[in-house]
């Protein structure tokens, strides 16, 4: 109403937003204008399997046969074939012994450390893992301690100085804002050495690393006992949802105890179905990953940074306002690019985000890199 002074909350939000709109940290979440096609650096489609037509098949397949939605927790009545499907196909993609499906990425990394945690388990998280790594931590109840990023020696430190009787690593395989990858050899070996488990994030590496049976995979770590790792079906696998992966007794103790598996409805049984299919394809058609890696270095070489590990590539820039204005003049140019300023930084580095996708082709790849280039002020080859 005219003259009604604004609620303390709103005023609250008044002046958060005009620090952001200050800082140049503003956020939208509109629909793309569908009248101008953009070339997508931006998506985390690496393999361009979202819209491929088996998974669009296999989706409405199980949209005839399960319905539109789960219908209740996996533990009532919310599991179907379609998950039971897409956990086998899983297994067998990334080698590993069980498989535990969840609604999202997000939701299985807050699951399985918070299943995990309380006082008697210390959490040492790498300092560059995932906001939903640091939120799970911060819920679990654990003691948690951060290591600097990729620093095997202070993850030793970590272990060998605890005082719980349990332990667990959180590291990704593949860093999904630097695009880096852990060493995961090492870390698995330090963690067997003090009686840890090493939990991996593959959200970055599935579909893309170890001809996309991921980075666990491609260091023979799967089965491992003090190894075991979580996944997003929202990236290279082109769907939706999360998953969970190791032992049977992991898998046993979640179902049982993780709160994101049991109070939250089941994934929608078409994005299960697409993401089985997606592991079908990934599995019989290798070649995927190694032109998403191609197409990585293609972009990496042309904007002069160094090749990254996987399909994210990282163009540092001055700052937050910088990077909007070099993303915004890229989009008007017709290239899509992710701008990550903070707080989605881990170094505090605002950045252009840059993802290499399997279906575009090398001219394609070529034309993108060169506007990048441009934009940045770095010679194009
Ligand atoms: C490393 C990492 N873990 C987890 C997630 C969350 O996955 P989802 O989008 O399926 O919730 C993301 C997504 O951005 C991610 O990058």
Not at 39 to 64: C, F, K, M, Q, T
Not at 137 to 142: C, D, F, I, V
């Amino acid at each position: 109403m005219a003259g009604t002074p604004p609620s303390a909350l709103d005023a609250w939000l008044d002046s958060r937003a005009r620090v952001r709109r200050r800082r140049g940290l503003v956020r939208a979440a509109t629909p793309p204008d569908s009248a101008r096609p953009l070339l997508d650096l931006a998506s985390n489609d690496y393999l361009g399997l979202s819209a491929d037509p088996r998974l669009i098949d296999a989706a409405v397949g199980a949209l005839r046969r399960h319905g539109a939605g789960a219908r209740a927790s996996r533990v009532v009545c919310g599991t179907t074939a379609a998950h039971a499907d897409l956990e086998e196909q899983l297994c067998t993609l990334t080698g590993q012994p069980a498989a535990l499906v969840f609604s999202s990425g997000y939701a299985a990394n807050l699951g399985v450390l918070t299943a995990l945690g309380g006082p008697g388990t210390l959490l040492v998280l790498d300092a560059h893992v995932h906001a939903s790594l640091i939120d799970a931590a911060r819920l679990s109840r654990s003691p948690v301690q951060a290591v600097p990023h990729n620093d095997i020696g202070a993850v030793r430190a970590a272990l060998a100085g605890r005082a719980q009787p349990r332990a667990v690593v959180v590291v990704e395989s593949i860093y999904s804002v630097l695009g880096d990858a852990a060493d995961l050899p090492a870390l698995a070996a330090v963690c067997a050495e003090h009686d840890a488990l090493l939990l991996v994030d593959e959200a970055h590496g599935i579909g893309v690393a170890g001809h996309g049976r991921g980075a666990v995979y491609a260091a023979g770590l799967s089965g491992s006992p003090h190894v075991a790792l979580t996944a997003t079906l929202s990236k290279a696998l082109g769907s939706q949802g999360g998953a969970v992966l190791g032992s049977a007794g992991l898998r046993e103790h979640l179902v049982n105890t993780a709160r994101t598996f049991i109070f939250d409805t089941g994934l929608a049984p078409a994005s299960a179905a697409a993401a089985a299919q997606a592991c079908r394809i990934v599995l019989a058609e290798p070649a995927l990953a190694g032109r998403v890696l191609a197409n990585a270095g293609v972009l990496a070489a042309g904007c002069g940074v160094l090749p990254a590990a996987g399909a994210v590539q990282s163009v540092p820039v001055h700052s937050a306002g910088t990077a909007l204005e070099l993303a915004a003049a890229l989009h008007d140019a017709g290239v899509l690019v992710g701008c990550f300023r903070p707080p989605s930084v881990p170094d505090g580095v605002s950045r252009l985000r840059l993802t290499a996708r399997a279906d575009l082709t090398t001219a394609d790849v070529r034309r993108a890199a060169a506007l990048v280039a441009d934009a940045i002020g770095v010679a194009a080859p």
